[in-house]
């Protein structure tokens, strides 16, 4: 009697619990971006912390108009830019603001608003077929790709949170199981081969499945986010429409393989920083999310804090402007004032550790996330604590393990000029062929550029705001960028097969003397039996006005091959010191690896030693210096040619072209003097470069000499295959002898 009695006590008594525990679990919402505690913080605080209250009164007043204008839920119909695309985009954004206010300023409008449309999703989604459009290969049912339908559940999923309390245990169970757990359902097992790979793709998938998840209590579907479907069937030869491959050999995938593989240890994304900053938002909001409802698992923590470190290297992947580097995929003009970069600085700050320089770029951002990362910064600029984000030189490694060869920023002054080199991995799906290539910035303009993505991202008559033909046939080729490309073929043929399993290496690397920078990289794969090798130089002399960029690109084949340098300048040509001609009618330069899209405007021959093109653009004055062969030929270029449809702008170039088995180019970008249309007084619109010469070179080192107009010399020397910095080095130039340790050696001659 007392051991059955003792039982049903046991029995009760477990019943009790779990009920307290599903109780207690209900209670925790919200519990994803705003918790119980934050959401009374931000209470107590609503009026005093300015960035927050001005931001609430923006997004209260967005919100309302949009409540004022009535649901609309259509079926969906249209590509990236129509109207059934943007309204649902919209709606999705919406929501996710009228969740946050609901819990912020207690108005049940916001809570009606997100119910009655969530409701219609629900009565929509029941019988929706996949999108009408085909071209994805992953088709999504409120959008033509299911991408974006994995953004609606990002965002939804946290207006969800919002009012889960709000609803009753009726109107969340039909929720839940006619749109929620068949929306994840959809995007996760019914199309294994948008969610079981390592990409941005996958990224959104995961954080869809994942958040929604944590608000329903569904463990299943969490562990599906963190660690991808189980046994699914994959075809690892499947490409998505980028032309990309979908899967990895070794089949890895969820929210930490996609952590663990795209990340290098310095928190580079592989794919480049336009996508690392579209991807940052589901990584980073769900791991909120994660640290939120289930911090045992340390997210931020993982892969040695990667994601937060990923802030601080996007960040320092922005020029003056804060407009991201265009490197593989990318649309100019992108920036950390984007909205995942609110996010993202906001989150970095709160559960980072308080860096006081994120404050810096949040002010600049002029608003925050309306959450308890958002209060955080709030508060941390109301009380002063904001220093300057200073961005510095910096080398950021590629790869998993970070040995995958990387990126290299040389910045001088507060990004005066800023030189991006480009050593890295292929990219995934979303990367160019372009190894060992460079771009240039003044004061945050574009001297010599990355042409960036062919794209007008949701612009509906250009593609339907898709990806253009043209990004394949221009922008991802190798010409479309400043490096070598021999025999007029693209690196690794243009296939991604073939580039994405080799990376540049680096040799050696000194930035910590802000007066001579310096960076060296090998590729020896992207063409089979060349070797080259190329190194980047920021110098600032006294004798020169501003700071200048030494280029050696050394070149080894056990063939002769046919080597153009193209430098896609910006700007109006001011004068050269060679003769040309200019062709009555133009024709393309060739058929295909992106020279049929290029008219030749000009062709001419070197006169002298040195080849000199001058340029002005947005007021300053530029000079190419470039060491030259008596056979090499000279061309300008400018985009335009087979592009009926005028989908690539009309850019310049500039291309030096020389036959030869080993060679190397020498080149010096001058800055210098500038123009003002106001006074009309041109000021040092002249280099001061006397001459540029090759002074010796073989396998074991090259020797650049610089001779201004006043005859002070400059020497730069590299070892070309001994990195080592405690080797000590002997070379004789001109007659004299020269000793010194390290890699490379700087030698100031001056004028007696």
Request: some cysteine.
């Amino acid at each position: 009697m007392k051991k059955a009695l003792g039982g049903r006590i046991l029995f009760f008594c477990s019943i009790v619990c779990l009920l307290f525990g599903i109780q207690g679990y209900a209670q925790e919402h919200p519990n994803l971006i705003l918790t119980k505690a934050g959401v009374e913080k931000i209470r107590a605080e609503l009026g005093s912390i300015p960035i927050f209250d001005t931001t609430l009164k923006q997004v209260q007043e967005e919100v309302d108009a949009e409540i004022a204008l009535g649901i609309h839920t259509p079926i969906p119909k249209d590509y990236s830019g129509g109207y059934t695309h943007e309204r649902h985009k919209r709606n999705f954004i919406i929501l996710q603001k009228a969740g946050v206010l609901f819990q912020i300023l207690e108005d049940e409008k916001y809570a009606i608003y997100i119910r009655d449309m969530l409701f219609q999703y629900e009565a929509m989604y029941k019988d929706l077929p996949v999108h009408p459009k085909e071209r994805s290969y992953a088709r999504g049912k409120l959008f033509w790709q299911c991408l974006n339908d994995s953004n609606w559940l990002v965002y939804v999923s946290q207006a969800y949170d919002c009012v889960y309390d709000w609803l009753s245990s009726k109107e969340r169970k039909k929720l839940e199981k006619n749109l929620f757990r068949p929306f994840a359902d959809f995007i996760s097992v019914g199309n294994p081969q948008f969610y079981n790979r390592i990409h941005n793709h996958s990224t959104w998938g995961n954080a869809a499945v994942g958040m929604i998840g944590l608000v329903m209590g569904d463990d299943e579907l969490i562990a599906r986010a963190l660690y991808g479907i189980k046994d699914a069937k994959l075809d690892i030869n499947a490409k998505d429409n980028d032309g990309g491959f979908i899967f990895s050999k070794d089949k890895k995938a969820g929210f930490l393989a996609n952590l663990d593989e795209p990340f290098s240890p310095d928190g580079y994304y592989t794919e480049g920083p336009y996508y690392q900053r579209y991807a940052m938002y589901p990584f980073l909001i769900f791991a909120e999310g994660l640290q939120n409802v289930r911090p045992e698992l340390n997210i931020f923590a993982h892969k040695d804090s990667v994601l937060l470190k990923s802030v601080d290297a996007l960040l320092n992947l922005s020029d003056k402007d804060g407009e991201f580097f265009p490197l593989n995929d990318g649309q100019k003009g992108m920036s950390y004032y984007s909205r995942e970069l609110v996010t993202a600085v906001d989150i970095a700050y709160h559960f980072g550790g308080n860096n006081p320089g994120l404050l810096s770029i949040a002010k600049k951002q002029d608003q925050v996330v309306l959450d308890d990362t958002g209060l955080s910064v709030a508060l941390g600029l109301k009380e002063n604590r904001e220093q300057p984000f200073v961005k510095k030189s910096i080398l950021l490694s590629d790869g998993p393990e970070g040995n995958e060869g990387g990126v290299g920023i040389l910045r001088y002054g507060q990004e005066e000029l800023s030189l991006v080199f480009k050593y890295a991995a292929q990219g995934l799906s979303h990367g160019h062929y372009d190894k060992l290539s460079y771009s240039l910035y003044d004061q945050g303009d574009e001297v010599l550029q990355d042409y960036g993505l062919a794209r007008f991202v949701n612009i509906e008559q250009k593609g339907g705001g898709n990806y253009l033909k043209e990004n394949k046939t221009w922008a991802k080729q190798t010409v479309a960028h400043n490096t070598v490309v021999q025999n007029m073929v693209s690196h690794f043929n243009g296939k991604y097969e073939i580039g994405s399993q080799h990376h540049s290496e680096l040799v050696f690397s000194n930035i910590t003397d802000p007066d001579f920078q310096i960076i060296s990289a090998k590729e020896e794969n992207a063409y089979p039996g060349t070797l080259m090798h190329r190194t980047l130089v920021m110098i600032k002399d006294p004798d020169y006005e501003r700071p200048f960029v030494l280029d050696i690109f050394n070149i080894i084949s056990d063939k002769e091959n046919q080597y153009d340098l193209p430098f896609n300048f910006m700007g109006q040509v001011m004068k050269a010191n060679f003769e040309y001609e200019t062709p009555s009618s133009l024709q393309a330069l060739g058929d295909d690896n992106g020279y049929q899209h290029l008219w030749l405007e000009a062709k001419g021959n070197p006169l002298t030693e040195n080849t000199k093109l001058s340029f002005l653009n947005q007021g300053r004055f530029y000079t190419l210096t470039t060491t030259a062969e008596g056979s090499d030929e000279l061309l300008f270029t400018r985009l335009g040619a087979n592009d009926p449809e005028f989908n690539l702008r009309r850019d310049a170039s500039f291309i030096v072209r020389r036959k030869a088995q080993n060679t190397a180019f020498v080149s010096v970008i001058e800055p210098h003097g500038g123009y003002s249309p106001v006074s009309e007084f041109a000021v040092n619109s002249n280099s001061n470069i006397e001459n540029l010469t090759l002074v010796g070179n073989d396998e074991n080192y090259t020797g650049v000499s610089i001779k201004d107009k006043n005859g002070h010399e400059l020497i730069v020397v590299i070892s070309n295959n001994d990195a080592s910095s405690e080797t000590i080095h002997e070379l004789n130039i001109d007659n004299t002898q020269y000793k010194w340790s390290g890699p490379f050696n700087c030698i100031k001659i001056k004028k007696q």
